[in-house]
């Protein structure tokens, strides 16, 4: 296991390279997941203001 | 396509392709990461330090694909104001600026100990540096102007310049001397890299290319609930 994480001496090189793809990736993950969410609740609580909207939000989703 | 015009046919259509495109994406990167850490040999001249190439050249070439999509969208934009492809090219774009990032970290982190230098100023490096500050670029822009359309257009028609930057990254190595090694993988006369090396990096480009559809879908389900919003908001008080 030890050896696993020596990487052959090469650890500071292969660890942080796999950390900075796993944090941009997620990163934009959970930003678009978070930028999603806000704007369903937004538009959900703006339809619910206009009940001719809400109608037809109803019909078409 | 033309049935793709219509935005509410896109959001059924991409609801429906949504989980699928997210579990492709979970299962390639998860077996991906198996393949690159456990499986795949250490390479005769570098070691263990190629394990770095199996994020670094999917995220390469996503880094190139995200950019060729959001210039083409961009394109489509312009000339046929298809009503779906800003929205397509402005989704695209903090993605494809995350590949490049990667791209260029993970490349710094291999040449340290491969080349003895974390960056040289060859064509190869600076065409993928070129690359991100179009990127950054095009998301400016988007969001320079008051009036959206216009931020729109400004952006997009950088995104249709830029796409001659394409073709030096893919030929750079090529056409100019430089530290970078040569295509190994996509080569008229087949591959050269070994395939105990190839297949799992082609599991982990597969691993990417899903994870880009499952955000690109996501962020232009975002956009366009928020033109929904914002035209409920302004357009009919």
Sequence with gaps: ?61 | MPRLANPSQFMKLSAALMPWCAAAAALFLGAGLYLALFVAPPDYQQGESVRIMYVHVPAAWLASLAYALMAGASAVGLIWRHPLAHVAAESAAPLGAGFTLICLVSGSLWGEPMWGTWWVWDARLTSVLVLFFLYLGFIALEHAFDDRSRGTRAAAILAVVGVINLPIIKFSVDWWNTLHQKESVFRLDGPTIAPSLLWPLLVMAVGFLFFFATLLLLRMRAALLEARLRALTFGNP
């Design chain 1, 1 to 61: 296991m030890a050896a696993f994480f020596a990487m052959g001496g090469y650890a500071r090189f292969v660890w942080p390279a796999y950390a900075v793809a796993a944090l941009v990736l997620l990163g934009l993950l959970f930003w678009s997941l978070a930028s999603y969410r806000r704007i369903k609740i937004e538009l959900a609580a703006r339809e619910a203001k206009s009940p001719r909207r809400r109608k037809q939000a109803a019909r078409n989703p």
